[in-house]
């Protein structure tokens, strides 16, 4: 039903879903062609119709008493972790063009992903943002 109301849907799911696992080199976590697909200790080539997002190696906050704040590093996730990822890059790229349907936004996704020899297309949020304030302005 979203999908027929025109809502861009992120699901985790390998039939419905457009998103597929990542994990980034921890020595240098901002280069989109250092990514590898699918996870630590079980690296996959991906499925080159999906975009790849990082979903492993985090450390996240935690509380478990009131007062007692401390993080956990996790070092293999899954694409419940993939999909906060992308949804924060698209929140970036409607912040800057909220007029963007969700299917031009899934589009510019694709575009501007890395894509490596083996043709699999890894998430770039620097060149996402780039290319959405290109189309904004008119400038593709």
Same mark, same amino acid.
């Given at each position: 039903?979203?999908?027929?109301?025109?809502?861009?849907?992120?699901?985790?799911?390998?039939?419905?879903?457009?998103?597929? &696992?990542?994990? /980034?080199? %921890?020595? *240098?976590?901002?280069?989109?062609?250092?990514?590898? #697909? $699918?996870?630590?200790?079980?690296?996959?080539?991906?499925?080159?119709?999906?975009?790849?997002?990082?979903?492993?190696?985090?450390?996240? &906050?935690?509380? /478990?008493? %009131?007062? *007692?704040?401390?993080?956990?590093?996790?070092?293999? #996730? $899954?694409?419940?972790?993939?999909?906060?990822?992308?949804?924060?890059?698209?929140?970036?790229?409607?912040?800057?063009?909220?007029?963007?349907?969700?299917?031009?936004?899934?589009?510019?996704?694709?575009?501007?992903?890395?894509?490596?020899?083996?043709?699999?297309?890894?998430?770039?949020?620097?060149?996402?943002?780039?290319?959405?304030?290109?189309?904004?302005?008119?400038?593709?």
């Amino acid at each position: 039903m979203a999908k027929k109301e025109g809502m861009l849907v992120l699901d985790c799911t390998s039939h419905n879903g457009f998103i597929s &696992a990542s994990y /980034y080199d %921890v020595s *240098d976590p901002e280069k989109p062609e250092k990514c590898t #697909g $699918g996870f630590p200790g079980r690296p996959w080539k991906g499925e080159k119709d999906k975009i790849m997002a990082p979903s492993s190696l985090r450390s996240p &906050a935690e509380t /478990y008493s %009131v007062g *007692d704040h401390s993080y956990q590093f996790n070092g293999r #996730g $899954g694409l419940s972790w993939s999909i906060p990822y992308v949804t924060g890059v698209l929140a970036l790229g409607w912040q800057i063009a909220p007029d963007f349907s969700g299917e031009k936004m899934r589009e510019l996704l694709f575009q501007s992903a890395y894509k490596n020899s083996e043709g699999n297309q890894f998430i770039n949020p620097p060149e996402f943002i780039r290319m959405v304030q290109s189309e904004k302005d008119g400038k593709k």
